[in-house]
């Protein structure tokens, strides 16, 4: 597990506590500069800590929010084999969630606390998760566009400069891989299928193409983190350059689906060497992170009557554990002190 960055030796810095703030945070810098990892006791910028909570919290709560969609599906995948697959990707979320908030705990906030701000609505995820998914269909094309957008993102994230969250990455990556290839495998399938099925694909990548697009975040222009986490390793690659390095990908993998992205504007720039697509409705993106998507609601709904549900899980852990401290340490008490009084 990568919590185990915990005990890893103090760095320069932290082993220095006479440095003042101004020494401490050059020292820092330079230490990002040269790629080298900040572990989670070493000293850090109250601005490199807040934006990496910010940041490894949303994307947490992006995958748990994300198991929603698909877990729609669970109970009408077409075959045993589908219904096996998507049980495995939607339980591969549900563990991203997991390692992410572990991640973001390493950092001094609990987890009670990041699921509260989930909750109450005052932390963001992920606003593709706000979209519905009425058709068999839309499962590939999540698996297909949306884990393919999550792939491009979160790759250069494995070079993080903060290391519970590179770790985490790491892990998270391997299994995305595995969710894109199943999207793309389903749709292939129903592509060799009848018209009506070729129509539901078709239907499916039309509604999810420009909310995928928008996944990789607003322009560079107008990114108010972009700078300082470029400057400390956070971000490698901005969002202009990774979303123009997705929409170059995937008109590859397009056409051998035999679908059409839904932009006459998509065409081959041979100065560029890249494709030049349409300007994306910058509107509709902000009505959804500020809540009024078509599922804003139903998915916080949904977020919160399963954590009320699961109180009792989370009580009946906590009460074997206190149970198995009891144990374990009426087991190392000398057995002298244990006997009763005559
Ligand atoms: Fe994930
Ligand atoms: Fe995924």
């Known amino acids: 597990m990568y919590t185990q960055s915990m005990d890893v030796p103090s760095d320069e810095v932290s082993a220095s506590p006479a440095l003042s703030d101004a020494e401490a ?86 987890r009670d606390d990041l699921i509260a701000a989930l909750h109450s609505g005052r932390a963001k995820y992920s606003s593709i998760f706000n979209y519905p998914t009425p058709t068999w269909a839309d499962i590939g094309v999540i698996g297909w566009l949306v884990d393919g957008a999550a792939i491009m993102n979160q790759v250069p994230l494995c070079r993080c400069s903060y290391g519970p969250y590179a770790r985490a990455m790491i892990r998270i990556c391997r299994e995305e891989s595995f ?8 749709l292939h399938t129903l592509m060799q299928g009848t018209a009506a099925q070729q129509a539901m694909v078709q239907d499916a990548v039309n509604r999810w193409w420009w909310p995928v697009l928008m996944m990789f975040g607003p322009p560079d222009q107008d990114s108010p983190h972009a700078e300082t986490s470029v400057k400390w390793g956070i971000k490698r690659i901005s969002n202009d350059d990774l979303r123009q390095k997705f929409v170059d990908a995937i008109v590859e993998q397009a056409a051998v689906l035999g679908v059409t992205l839904p932009d006459p504007g998509l065409k081959w720039n041979a100065a560029r060497g890249a494709h030049d697509f349409s300007p ?25 009557a399963a954590y009320d549900e699961g109180a009792w899980v989370r009580e009946a852990a906590l009460a074997y554990a206190d149970k198995q401290a009891a144990r374990q340490a009426a087991a190392v008490t000398p057995a002298t002190e244990r006997r009763s009084p005559p």
């Open 179 to 186: 969710h894109q290839r199943q999207g793309f495998d389903l």
């Open 280 to 304: 994306i409705d910058w509107t509709e993106f902000w009505q959804v992170v500020n809540g009024h998507g078509p599922c804003n609601r139903e998915r916080l709904a949904a977020r919160v």
């Open 25 to 110: 945070s050059a020292t820092f810098d330079a230490r990002c500069a040269r790629g080298e990892f900040i572990e989670a006791k070493d000293w850090m910028p109250a601005p490199y800590r807040q934006t990496l909570v910010r940041q490894i919290s949303q994307h947490a709560h992006s995958e748990i929010v994300g198991m929603l969609p698909e877990g729609n599906w669970l109970t009408r995948a077409p075959s045993l084999k589908r219904k096996t697959i998507l049980l495995a990707k939607v339980q591969d979320e549900g563990g991203h969630g997991l390692y992410l908030y572990a991640a973001a705990e390493t950092l001094g906030t609990s």
